[in-house]
């Protein structure tokens, strides 16, 4: 199973880049060479990338995980039921039983 294809926005996609970051220029040396950006820039990009992907998969995780709970939950119910009726039906059988042979 293979996943599916990633697309990432470029820099100049980026919701809230602020327009104040550094410029890069790409000189005649840099024509087709990847875009270098400075380090700062690159990190505090990463940075806010990370933030976002964690708020996001946290989201997505706890809704995936609350589905499943819910399924499960679901599934469980016709045993559940099952098992109550049976401790139900054991504990009045086992209190006529007692009530029964006591003496009066």
């Known amino acids: ?11 100049s996609m980026a919701p809230g880049v602020e327009p104040g970051l550094p410029k890069v220029q790409a000189g005649p040396s ?9 380090e700062a820039f690159e990190e505090h990009l990463v940075h806010r990338v990370m933030q976002r992907v964690d708020v996001e998969l946290d989201l997505r995780l ?39 042979e006591a003496p009066r």
């Open 1 to 11: 199973m293979s996943a599916a294809p990633v697309c990432l926005p470029s820099v």
């Open 30 to 38: 840099a024509q087709g060479a990847a875009l270098q950006l400075p």
């Open 62 to 100: 706890r809704e995936a995980i609350a589905t499943v709970v819910q399924e499960q939950t679901r599934s469980m119910v016709p045993r559940l039921r099952e098992e109550v009726e049976s401790v139900v039906r054991h504990a009045v059988y086992e209190a006529v039983a007692q009530e029964l």
